[in-house]
T-cell receptor, first 113, second 112 residues
Framework: NAGVTQTPKFQVLKTGQSMTLQCAQDMNHEYMSWYRQDPGMGLRLIHYSVGAGITDQGEVPNGYNVSRSTTEDFPLRLLSAAPSQTSVYFC????????????FGPGTRLTVL | SQQGEEDPQALSIQEGENATMNCSYKTSINNLQWYRQNSGRGLVHLILIRSNEREKHSGRLRVTLDTSKKSSSLLITASRAADTASYFCATDAEQAGTALIFGKGTTLSVSS
């Protein structure tokens, strides 16, 4: 199994550009989440999904959209990039059952100029 | 706001010493998990403790949970230089269909 994969690994955008961060998992996990990590802030939840067709907002959803058309994929869209969105983005997945660990992708390092 | 808050923010110790990190959280939980992150990498799961458990061990790791105080601690015994990393607690709320919420982490430096 590849686990949780994210592309790209690095990206530089100009203010106002849009882009999609890709996330895929091959473990048939129902739960998937996107986090951003900034220095001194830990991981903050952006959006999450508990199954195909179901998404919900996390702590910092503004400026981001998600969709979950399949169990495997959970892309994160930046609508109009801003310098405040410069961060490292992590996608994660886990099984529905309560007592299960979460698996993380390697992260996407995004810089918005 | 974030559910978990780790303490201390940073910890520096010598190899062979024990390292203790604490986590406090706000709402009722099903379980609490600890993760490790090496510099520039994704997070890796270390240990999970259920809300009805008080203590759990895994190798050199010992986790305690006090639900009355809404707090947990992670003890790493006989630390090694390879334990240098950031450590995060994550809470799984009692309410079903929610995501794990992470704290800000403790950065541990172990020098040889």
């Amino acid at each position: 199994n590849a686990g949780v994969t994210q592309t790209p690994k690095f990206q530089v955008l100009k203010t106002g550009q849009s882009m999609t961060l890709q996330c895929a998992q091959d473990m048939n996990h129902e739960y998937m989440s996107w986090y951003r990590q900034d220095p001194g802030m830990g991981l903050r939840l952006i959006h999450y999904s508990v199954g195909a067709g179901i998404t919900d907002q996390g702590e910092v959803p503004n400026g981001y959209n998600v969709s979950r058309s399949t169990t495997e994929d959970f892309p994160l869209r930046l609508l109009s990039a801003a310098p405040s969105q410069t961060s490292v983005y992590f996608c994660a997945s886990r099984e529905r059952a309560t007592y299960n660990e979460q698996f993380f992708g390697p992260g996407t390092r995004l810089t918005v100029l | 706001s974030q559910q978990g808050e780790e303490d201390p923010q940073a910890l520096s110790i010598q190899e062979g010493e024990n390292a203790t990190m604490n986590c406090s959280y706000k709402t009722s939980i099903n379980n609490l998990q600890w993760y490790r992150q090496n510099s520039g990498r994704g997070l890796v799961h270390l240990i999970l403790i259920r809300s009805n458990e008080r203590e759990k061990h895994s190798g050199r790791l010992r986790v305690t949970l006090d639900t009355s105080k809404k707090s947990s601690s992670l003890l790493i015994t006989a630390s090694r230089a390879a334990d240098t990393a950031s450590y995060f607690c994550a809470t799984d709320a009692e309410q079903a269909g929610t995501a794990l919420i992470f704290g800000k982490g403790t950065t541990l430096s172990v020098s040889s």
